[in-house]
C-alpha cells in the first residue's frame, strides 16, 4: 500500500546544537553504498540489472563468475552493469559537501518547527518530490507530494495537527536527516537529498517494521 522505500539506516551519531570540534556532523562521511539517493536508484532497476552492478561493480566479481549465478553470459552481464551504470548517471547530481548538507538540515528542521512557510519554499528545490512509506500499517500520504511550495505547505499542516512531533537531527544512511519522536518514541525518519544547495527528494519512512533499528 503506497509508497515503497528502502530501510533506514542509523547512523549511532546525532549532532550537537552547535558547531564545536566534537561536531559528530564533522564525522559524517558519504558512503554512496547506502545513501538513500543511490538505494533509491538501485531498487528502480531490474532484479538482474542490480544483482549484475552489485556484484560486479560493488564486490569486483569478474563477468565469467556473475555470469555463473545470474544464469546468463559474460556478454548479456556486460550489458546489463552498462544498463545499471546508465541510470545510476541519470540521476546523478554534483555532491553537496557534508557540511553544506549539514547546514541546510539544520535550517530545516528550524523552519518546520517555526511553521515558516516562506523559509521552507527556500530551502527546498522548485521541483522537489517527497515520498512516505507507511507500509500500510501506520498514516502516510499514498502518493509523492510535488513542488516545494506544496510540500512547505503539507509540512506546516503537518506540524500544526502533530503537536507532539518532536524533531532531532541525526545521521541517516550516513548523511545529515531527521527523526520525528513522539512520546520519546521514534515515529518516521526522514532522509534528504541535497542538490544545489536545496532539499531535491524528501524521503519520510514511517513503516514501523523498517524502523526497529531506530526504536529497539
Same mark, same amino acid.
Given at each position: 500500500?503506497?509508497?515503497?522505500?528502502?530501510?533506514? *539506516?542509523?547512523?549511532?551519531?546525532?549532532?550537537?546544537?552547535?558547531?564545536?570540534?566534537?561536531?559528530?556532523?564533522?564525522? +559524517? #562521511?558519504?558512503?554512496?553504498?547506502i545513501n538513500?539517493?543511490?538505494?533509491?536508484? *538501485?531498487?528502480?532497476?531490474?532484479?538482474? %540489472? @542490480?544483482? #549484475?552492478?552489485?556484484?560486479?561493480?560493488?564486490? !569486483?566479481?569478474?563477468?565469467?563468475?556473475?555470469?555463473? +549465478?545470474?544464469?546468463?553470459?559474460?556478454?548479456?552481464? !556486460?550489458?546489463?552493469?552498462?544498463?545499471?551504470?546508465? @541510470?545510476?548517471?541519470?540521476?546523478?547530481?554534483?555532491?553537496t559537501?557534508?557540511?553544506?548538507?549539514?547546514?541546510?538540515?539544520?535550517?530545516?528542521?528550524?523552519?518546520?518547527?517555526?511553521?515558516?512557510?516562506g523559509?521552507? /519554499?527556500?530551502?527546498?528545490?522548485?521541483?522537489? #518530490?517527497? /515520498?512516505?512509506?507507511?507500509?500500510?500499517?501506520?498514516?502516510?500520504?499514498?502518493?509523492? /507530494?510535488? $513542488?516545494? %511550495? #506544496?510540500?512547505? !505547505?503539507? *509540512?506546516?499542516?503537518?506540524?500544526? !495537527?502533530?503537536?507532539?512531533?518532536?524533531?532531532?537531527?541525526?545521521?541517516?544512511?550516513?548523511?545529515?536527516?531527521? /527523526?520525528?519522536?513522539?512520546? $520519546?518514541?521514534?515515529?518516521?525518519?526522514?532522509?534528504?537529498?541535497?542538490?544545489?544547495?536545496?532539499?531535491k527528494?524528501?524521503?519520510? +519512512?514511517?513503516?514501523? %517494521?523498517? *524502523?526497529?533499528?531506530?526504536?529497539?
Amino acid at each position: 500500500m503506497g509508497e515503497w522505500i528502502p530501510e533506514p *539506516l542509523p547512523g549511532g551519531t546525532e549532532w550537537a546544537s552547535s558547531r564545536t570540534p566534537s561536531d559528530p556532523a564533522d564525522r +559524517i #562521511t558519504l558512503d554512496e553504498s547506502i545513501n538513500m539517493a543511490f538505494l533509491v536508484v *538501485l531498487e528502480s532497476m531490474t532484479p538482474a %540489472e @542490480r544483482v #549484475t552492478f552489485v556484484l560486479h561493480d560493488v564486490f !569486483r566479481y569478474p563477468f565469467k563468475e556473475v555470469a555463473e +549465478i545470474v544464469g546468463r553470459t559474460p556478454a548479456a552481464c !556486460r550489458q546489463l552493469a552498462t544498463s545499471a551504470r546508465r @541510470r545510476i548517471r541519470a540521476a546523478d547530481a554534483p555532491v553537496t559537501p557534508t557540511a553544506q548538507q549539514v547546514g541546510i538540515v539544520r535550517d530545516f528542521k528550524q523552519a518546520w518547527e517555526a511553521k515558516d512557510i516562506g523559509a521552507l /519554499i527556500g530551502l527546498l528545490d522548485p521541483d522537489a #518530490t517527497s /515520498i512516505a512509506d507507511g507500509g500500510g500499517l501506520v498514516q502516510a500520504f499514498l502518493q509523492p /507530494i510535488e $513542488g516545494g %511550495e #506544496t510540500i512547505a !505547505r503539507f *509540512l506546516v499542516d503537518l506540524a500544526e !495537527r502533530a503537536g507532539d512531533l518532536e524533531l532531532a537531527e541525526s545521521t541517516v544512511n550516513g548523511q545529515p536527516g531527521l /527523526i520525528g519522536r513522539q512520546n $520519546g518514541v521514534t515515529v518516521t525518519v526522514f532522509a534528504f537529498d541535497i542538490v544545489d544547495n536545496r532539499v531535491k527528494h524528501l524521503w519520510a +519512512i514511517r513503516n514501523p %517494521e523498517k *524502523l526497529r533499528p531506530w526504536t529497539e
